[in-house]
């Protein structure tokens, strides 16, 4: 059985990161996931979070809105609408986020409506958890 | 004749002006190299999300599937999403795009469609103004634009979906120019509304046929995929028309300092020789004198 994985995260404008892991721990939008080497096929939906990744060199965070995961058994690949490394992100820009994601809801109907609602409380839950 | 003055300004006007497009043309290398950069970057998420559109697509092919993937079932109404710079001295570069789509209007035309168009660029809606203007039904601007993002593709596909939702159209086709080299910028139409995943070749078909489970349904991960794949191709296209814009610059602008290099030489060569028949003239004038004492 192999012992890692291929881990890529990549948002529209570059590739955050690319490597094995051995590990990931992925926001599903059904439920948080943990992701190991030969793990049965699966296409999920992401709901704010953080992705953990355990590579070579210790754990990496990242924080993604939402995006799709492909896992496979072989390779994780996370497609997320925007992504950044935990490190580089504070609660203000999150809720800068959040603020865009409010004024989207509101300017939006029907069922697209819905959408933007049930991600925008999404949001304020996963920033209330990262306190 | 002009005269010597006449001369010697106009080669300094021309040296001015070759100045001018030396510097736009190093301009454009180094803006060349970051829009490279970005559509590099760029590729591995448009990658990604094929495979999954191609999965999706697989597994929900024997359904109905949502209309952004089936379309509407008519094929009336054409919108034309012309993509064009915001700036010109470019060489062909908005002029080939705009030759490509008012193509496509005449054929859409002549088979009795019903054609709207859409323009990204004040460059292309300039040029389709003149013939169109009756047709179009919306301008994106981006001249405020320093270097394109994701959210730009977002917006305006948000626009569009809004107008498919609406009703106005049942295909949407996109026009830009694909970038291949610095001399080589391709104007390359695509359809992404209804979405059609890109083509695969055999190779990559064969590792693409697990079968995955989706979480949720497959239904509610297309409807949440589907205007993102449309993003997507909007902003890989925008990524791919600003490199190429820049390539046709890069040589449009090296073509210009070459041409006012070999009128400067050219120039020189009348405003030597004119300086000479001056010179000359004087000289026999001066001999002429002596001689007449």
Known sequence: MAETMQFDLVSPERSLASFAASEVQVPGSEGEMTVMPEHAPVITTLRPGIVRARGEKGDEEFIVTQGIAEISAASVAIIAEQAFPRAEVSRADMEKILEEARARAEAASGEERLTAEKFVEELVHFIEMME | ?293
């Open chain 2, 1 to 293: 004749m002009p005269s010597l003055k006449d001369l010697k300004n106009r080669i300094e006007s021309v040296k001015n002006t070759r100045k001018i497009t030396k510097a736009m043309q190093m301009v454009a290398a180094a803006k060349l190299r970051r829009a490279q950069e970005a559509a590099e970057a760029g590729r591995p998420y448009s990658e990604g999300m094929n495979k999954v559109m191609r999965s999706l697509a697989a597994a929900a092919a024997d359904g109905e599937g949502p209309k952004l993937l089936a379309g509407t079932g008519a094929d009336q109404t054409h919108l034309l999403v012309v993509m064009t710079a915001e700036r010109g001295l470019c060489g062909g570069f908005n002029s080939s795009i705009v030759k490509l789509a008012r193509q496509k209007i005449e054929d859409l035309q002549a088979l009795g469609k019903t054609v709207k168009i859409l323009t990204v660029g004040r460059k292309g809606r300039d040029q389709m103004k003149r013939e169109f203007e009756d047709l179009m039904v919306g301008h994106v601007d981006l001249s405020d634009v320093k270097r394109v993002g994701y959210e730009n593709a977002t917006a305006i596909a948000r626009d569009l979906l809004a107008r498919f939702e609406a009703g106005e159209f049942d295909v949407a086709t996109i026009f830009f120019s694909r970038f291949q080299s610095v001399i080589s910028q391709v104007p390359t139409e695509a359809q992404i509304i209804p979405v059609a995943p890109a083509e695969v070749d055999g190779a990559e078909e064969e590792s693409g046929k697990v079968v995955y489970e989706f979480e949720p349904g497959e239904e509610e991960i297309l409807t949440e995929l589907l205007p993102r794949a449309v993003a997507t191709q909007l902003f890989s296209a925008l990524l791919e028309n600003a490199a190429s814009e820049q390539g046709a610059r890069m040589s449009a602008m090296d073509n210009a300092t070459r041409n006012a290099g070999e009128m400067i030489d050219k120039l020189t060569i009348q405003y030597n020789r004119s300086r000479q028949a001056a010179i000359t003239t004087e000289l026999i004038e001066i001999i002429a004198g002596a001689e007449a004492l």
